[in-house]
């Protein structure tokens, strides 16, 4: 009896910290361009420091499969058709800065992936193709706009498959900047941009994905340098920590009209570009060469396609968010716990939460809808 109403409240608490699904790629399940009653985006509002050695965090969401942890963080495996393992992070950044240390994965047509994308589908993008080891595409897009694929380059990253390696994007109104290491890989402002620059709350996400299947595009199979033979796989992708600092504070994003412009954007209990003074931290060691622009610019937007989700529609990745509840917090490690927790220095695995989520969803019927 005791255990079966402990079930209830840790079920009922699960729903309401993952309240609704959104499909990644071009599409999102509530589009602020054309909607005033999107629900509010998670904020971060703080600086997490994720050592994935230590395990699975729970303020991320696994989908397109299985990531697995070891002793080198978690690991983003492309074994077979469909396979496209990711996380989604619940929160969202109003400008901010992501650092990710990671190798990528080896393979002719396969792709490592590092995405912010917003719910009116604003993007910013690090992506490794396996097929070479010596450079990083770096791209974005706005508001889902893809009639014209003129923004991604190729920028030197030597050694990306047997290294481990610190990538950062740090994006603020003005600029983004993309580094490889400590050094700056290339500088994109706001009027540089033409109209097309990302400015609304971004989530993060990363793993990896077969550009390269039979079954993509004839032209994403070329930008991903496949097509992909799985014989010789499987191929793997690591990352052994992030760093996400929110330049903005808060405990949540809303929409404030259907402009998609970052004056638009409202923050709950705190204020936007509120931690901006952070965004003076990094120390760049070193400026690359000119980038070259992309010799095929038919990038697909959304950095991560195909594979299956663990809670939604088959043949797309799935992002899953919500609030935090009351009485729960997140810690610096990116663990979300209730109030004086005594399991804060304990990781919480990933996919029991996740078996939670799509138990309560069975039993819920329509909770997403």
């Known amino acids: ?20 699904t959104a499909t990644a790629q071009t599409y999102s399940s509530c589009n602020p361009l054309s909607s005033t009653s999107c629900p509010a985006d998670t904020a971060l509002g703080m600086t997490i420091n994720v050592d994935f050695t230590q395990g699975a965090v729970n303020s991320f969401v696994a989908s397109g499969g299985t990531p697995t942890y070891g002793k080198d963080g978690v690991t983003f495996t492309v074994a077979k058709h469909g396979d496209a393992p990711q996380l989604t992070s619940v929160f969202y950044i109003m400008f901010g800065r992501v650092e990710v240390t990671m190798k990528a994965a080896p393979g002719a047509g396969i792709v490592s992936s590092l995405v912010l994308l917003s719910d009116d589908l604003d993007e910013i993008d690090m992506e490794w ?39 950062t994007i740090d994006w603020t109104s003005d600029r983004i900047i993309w580094y490889v290491g400590g050094t700056v890989v290339r500088t994109l402002t706001f009027a540089d ?25 004839p032209g994403t199979i070329q930008w991903a340098r496949g097509p992909t033979d799985y014989s010789k796989g499987p191929f793997s992708m690591t990352v052994r920590s992030a760093v996400i600092t929110d330049y903005s504070t808060g405990k949540k994003y809303t929409y404030g009209d259907t402009s998609g412009t ?17 965004a003076g931290a990094i120390t760049a060691t070193a400026s690359a060469a000119a980038a070259t622009d992309s010799v095929s610019p038919t990038i697909p937007p959304g950095g991560i396609i195909g594979g299956s989700s663990t809670a939604g529609g088959s043949g797309a990745a799935s992002q899953t968010v919500g609030t935090i509840p009351d009485g729960w917090v997140m810690t610096s490690s990116g663990k979300i716990v209730p109030v004086g927790s005594s399991t804060v220095n304990t990781p919480t695995p990933i996919h029991h939460l996740g078996a939670v989520v799509l138990l309560v969803a069975v039993l819920a019927g329509n909770l997403w809808r």
């Open 129 to 167: 193709l396996g097929a070479d080891d010596s450079e990083v595409q770096t791209n974005y897009f706005s508001k889902g706009q893809t009639t014209t694929y003129n923004r991604g380059q190729f920028n030197p990253a030597a050694n990306n498959q047997a290294e481990f390696i610190t990538y």
């Open 1 to 20: 009896m005791h255990f079966a109403r402990g079930w209830r409240i840790a079920a009922a608490t699960t729903a309401a910290l993952l309240i609704r």
């Open 262 to 278: 970052w004056q638009s954007i409202q923050s709950d209990g705190g204020k936007i570009n509120g931690n901006l003074g952070s």
């Open 193 to 217: 941009a033409d109209g097309q620059f990302p400015q609304t709350p971004m989530q993060i996400k990363f793993g990896a994905w077969a550009g390269g299947d039979p079954s993509n595009p």
